[in-house]
């Protein structure tokens, strides 16, 4: 059974970092594109960043870039998502996504077939 299971998540202040894991079981991490989404309350998903399988190719938000990077452990069967300088407006739900035979990664949310069930990130003061 393929599973993904997201941990890594809390509350943390402004300007503060925190580094999400997006766990595989089931099938091979190295074979699947991963995409990293967020849902804040009575906003659309939103594609924060996503990484190739090679992990030769990344691709992130503008609302992102600069702060948040993507990384993968293959070895660990692990993708993570480093978030430096959080702002309030990053408070979400974060969830990882796989896709298997993509060419490159999207942040398109309707690319992918397996989902976490996702891990609160509260920004709060």
């Known amino acids: 059974q393929l599973q993904l299971v997201e941990s890594g998540g809390g509350l943390v202040q402004p300007g503060g970092s925190l580094r999400l894991s997006c766990a595989a079981s089931?099938?091979?991490?190295?074979?699947?594109?991963i995409g990293w989404f967020r849902q804040a309350p009575g906003k659309e998903r939103e594609g924060v960043s996503c990484?190739?399988?090679?992990?030769?190719?990344?691709n992130y938000a503008d609302s992102v870039k600069g702060r948040f990077a993507i990384s993968r452990d293959n070895a660990k069967n692990t993708v993570y998502l480093q978030m430096n300088s959080l702002k309030p407006e990053d408070t979400a739900v974060y969830y990882c996504?796989?896709?298997?035979?993509?060419?490159?990664?999207?942040?398109?949310?309707?690319?992918?077939?397996?989902w976490g069930q996702g891990t609160q990130v509260t920004v709060s003061s």
């Open positions: 089931g099938f091979t991490l190295n074979l699947v594109a």
């Open positions: 990484i190739s399988s090679s992990g030769g190719s990344t």
């Open positions: 996504a796989a896709v298997r035979k993509l060419y490159g990664c999207s942040r398109r949310y309707d690319t992918y077939d397996y």
